[in-house]
Nanobody, 119 residues
Framework: QVQLVESGGGLVQAGGSLRLSCAASGRWFSINHMGWYRQTPGKQRELVAR???????SYADSIKGRFTISRDNAKNTLYLQMNSLKREDTAVYYC?????????????WGQGTQVTVSS
């Protein structure tokens, strides 16, 4: 069973920074892609950043130049560095991983972490 545990959310002033972490545990053969989504009440979950198996990245236009996705393979951890935060970045952030394991290709999600940006 694969588990993703997120950390790093919190309250920050506009213009500040936070780094989210997503630690994966369990067993798998390979990772297809991983990333971060965010969701605010009444809205659909929005893709923020994605990291492909070849390390190519893609970002939502709203956060380009401010957020950076990265990973530490030795720690099985995915990160989202968020700089120059704005009030509109306030949301619950979820990490996900699509990986190939003993049960085939599956997608796993973290529990979500709240990011609140105050003015």
């Amino acid at each position: 069973q694969v588990q993703l545990v997120e950390s790093g959310g919190g309250l920050v002033q506009a213009g500040g920074s936070l780094r989210l972490s997503c630690a994966a545990s369990g067993r798998w053969f390979s990772i297809n892609h991983m990333g971060w989504y965010r969701q605010t009440p009444g809205k659909q979950r929005e893709l923020v950043a994605r990291l492909m198996s070849g390390d190519s990245t893609s970002y939502a236009d709203s956060i380009k130049g401010r957020f950076t996705i990265s990973r530490d393979n030795a720690k099985n951890t995915l990160y989202l560095q968020m700089n120059s935060l704005k009030r509109e970045d306030t949301a619950v952030y979820y990490c996900y991983v699509e990986m190939r394991g003993t049960s085939g290709t599956q997608e796993y999600w973290g529990q979500g972490t709240q990011v609140t940006v105050s003015s």
